[in-house]
């Protein structure tokens, strides 16, 4: 579709044990997109998400925020093609 994207990105920092994938998984309810967020063993988090492109930017945006416990260091953004295989946002563990 026309206008939608895929991201996929690795949040580095102090990203674990913060509420940051809950965090995520907020900000991409409340714009309607699509994915997951998930803790990677090295410290890192990553995330993929679908949806219109500017609601992903926004999404994005606040990534290198997260919540007020996390310290972002890197977000490490990876466009990829627009897939439409996802029909939810959650936390994978």
């Known amino acids: 579709m026309s206008g939608e994207t895929r991201v996929h990105a ?3 920092g102090v990203v674990q044990g913060v509420g ?3 965090f995520a998984l ?3 309810r409340s714009r309607g997109l699509t994915g997951w967020v998930r803790n990677r063993a090295d410290g890192s988090v990553e995330v993929l998400v679908e949806g219109r492109e500017g609601l ?3 999404f994005v945006r606040q990534l290198h925020i997260g919540p ?3 310290r972002v260091t890197a977000v490490n953004v990876q466009r990829e ?3 439409g295989d ?3 946002f959650a936390v994978r563990h």
């Open 86 to 88: 996802m029909d939810s």
């Open 56 to 58: 992903v930017r926004d």
């Open 68 to 70: 007020p416990s996390s």
């Open 81 to 83: 093609t627009f897939a």
């Open 10 to 12: 690795i949040v580095e």
């Open 26 to 28: 907020g900000e991409a």
């Open 20 to 22: 940051y994938r809950y």
